[in-house]
């Protein structure tokens, strides 16, 4: 799993910066079980997040709104094969 992070900050005035940014997590197609079984392969995904906000300019005081997965995908990030033991 990968976070990349982009965020940029502009002046809005002597005393406050404004600030917008967006954050991916990417997970590649992976396997959860030893012998990777087909049937617990996970496939491999991006969940995109935003933020904004406004802050001090001396970073003392920051208002942030943000989000997490945005698009509102459904993903697996981990399997479990279960069986009986009866």
Known sequence: MSVNDIRYKFALNDAFDLFAGSAFTYNSRMNSSIGS????????FTLPGLQAGVETSDGKY???????????????????LGGSTR
């Open 37 to 44: 079984p087909a049937v617990l392969t996970i496939d491999g």
């Open 62 to 80: 920051r208002f942030t709104l943000w989000g997490k997965n945005v698009t509102n995908n459904y993903r697996w990030s981990s399997t479990f």
